[in-house]
């Protein structure tokens, strides 16, 4: 099905959007407030320099799939979307100029006095969360329209490279839409659907701040990588070699697998050999502040736990889950211990529920780790379940184990601090708080 759509930009992202639009039959109107970009365009060429969009442009013209033009209302009332591919430059300090996408949302309210039928206002352009509820008061605002009802706003991020961007366009990773508006949603993905890539539907926050997470990881991946090769350098070690063999592991390292956000990671492995590279590091004289400050992140997620805890203001803590990941007794370097200690320090009153922990105890696993490092911390841990929650206020769950499911509905109105998003979403009478997600309890947000 061929849509007719109008793009708000003909800069890098809205010149590639309009000729691989066109090139799919859809009916593409350019909108800028440039002549040079407009006549560009009009005369079949492109607005940019990029492998392929020049035959794309100039296929489109003469198909008459593609113009450009100055002129907001006709692009608009000739379009059943408008995509916003404005720049959004921004300051020195990292904050985001977004004049131009609101003075984009200001022309297409305008517009939509005018005009009857149902549209869509999807967002290119990279923008700040809460930026998707803006642009539907502005046009609320200049069309007198009501959002969802006559017009909806769904944020649409791009994930195109440069010098690759037309393949990138047809080939994405993903189709991401964020929006309040099943209708809109439907109708972006008769837009899409000759893309082949997964659609993926998510909350508008979430699509609006996607962009920002995948480029500053890649951003990581570049410094961690030569700071890697700088080490390896200093031993005379093939570094190509070394991450050659280190993207083989798809199973732990280019993969999902510790991609949740959490609490801070412990354990016998990742302390020390994080701090082994960082000493062959300084010994070599190397200086890689990306991966020295590993460590320094992880401590603050414990210093994190320590002061959600403190602001609950009450004393009796409950701590299911001590050692450092559950299935196991092992409480090297575990980052529970030191919150309990800290807590301790601080005066409040602790429970301690880890059945492997106090097998272990009993058995003699692990015990000559708790007699000569922790050897306070045995007489508050407890194989009891019932009790240690029943006698705390406050219940911190470390552990994701399924001996917790029914902790919400046996223990109400408990303080739940989750480390591990025990549950997807919840209805709790009481006070439960994620150390690193927004609040899933229905009956909290009520």
């Not at 560009?40 to 100039?58: M, Q, V």
């Not at 047809?170 to 993905?189: C, Q, W, Y």
């Not at 429970?351 to 000559?368: P, R």
Request: aromatic residues 8%.
């Amino acid at each position: 099905m061929n849509v007719r759509v109008s793009i708000f930009g003909l800069g890098y992202v809205g010149c590639v959007s309009a000729g691989c639009l066109a090139s799919k039959g859809n009916k593409v109107i350019g909108v800028d407030v440039s002549d040079i970009k407009v006549n560009l365009i009009n005369s079949g060429r492109p607005t940019i320099i990029e492998k392929d969009i020049d035959e794309l442009i100039e296929e489109g013209r003469k198909s008459g799939n593609l113009v450009a033009t100055l002129d907001s209302d006709y692009a608009v009332l000739n379009s059943d979307i408008s995509i916003i591919s404005v720049g959004t430059p921004s300051s020195k300090k990292g904050h985001l100029n977004l004049e131009y996408v609101y003075r984009v949302a200001e022309k297409i309210g305008e517009v939509l006095k005018k005009k009857e039928d149902f549209h869509v206002v999807a967002i290119r352009s990279t923008v700040l969360p809460g930026t998707n509820e803006k642009i539907g008061n502005i046009i609320e605002e200049f069309s007198g329209k009501k959002r969802n009802e006559d017009f909806a706003v769904v944020s649409n991020p791009e994930f195109l490279r440069e010098g690759t961007a037309v393949h990138d366009y047809f080939n994405p990773p993903i189709t991401l839409l964020g929006s309040d508006s099943k209708k809109a949603i439907e109708i972006m993905e008769k837009l899409y659907s000759d893309i082949s890539s997964e659609f993926v539907v998510t909350e508008i926050r979430v699509a609006e701040i996607m962009k920002y997470v995948n480029n500053t990881f890649h951003a990581l991946k570049i410094v961690f990588a030569n700071e890697v090769g700088n080490i390896c350098k200093s031993q005379e070690i093939d570094s190509h070699k070394v991450m050659e063999i280190f993207c083989k592991d798809t199973q732990l390292n280019i993969s999902p697998y510790y991609f949740k956000p959490g609490f801070a990671y412990g354990g016998s492995c990742l302390p020390k050999d994080t701090k082994a590279l960082i000493t062959i590091a300084h010994d070599n004289y190397v200086r890689i502040p990306v991966i020295e400050n590993i460590t320094e992140s992880n401590e603050h997620q414990k210093e994190r736990l320590v002061e959600m805890v403190v602001e609950k203001g009450m004393r009796n803590v409950a701590i299911l889950g001590l050692s450092f990941k559950p299935g196991t007794d092992d409480l090297r370097n575990s980052p529970m211990v030191d919150v309990v200690e800290r807590l301790l320090g601080k005066g409040f009153h602790i429970s301690i529920y880890d059945k492997n922990v106090k097998l272990s105890e009993i058995t003699g696993t692990n015990k000559e780790y708790i007699e000569s490092k922790i050897p306070h911390l045995q007489h508050f841990i407890s194989d009891n379940l019932e009790d240690v929650v029943r006698s705390s206020d406050v219940v911190v769950i470390g552990h994701k184990s399924e001996e917790f499911n029914e902790m919400l509905e046996n223990y109400k109105g408990k303080l739940i601090i989750d480390l591990v998003r025990m549950w997807h979403e919840i209805e709790y009478e009481g006070c439960y708080e994620g150390i690193s997600w927004k609040n899933i309890n229905r009956l909290e947000k009520s």
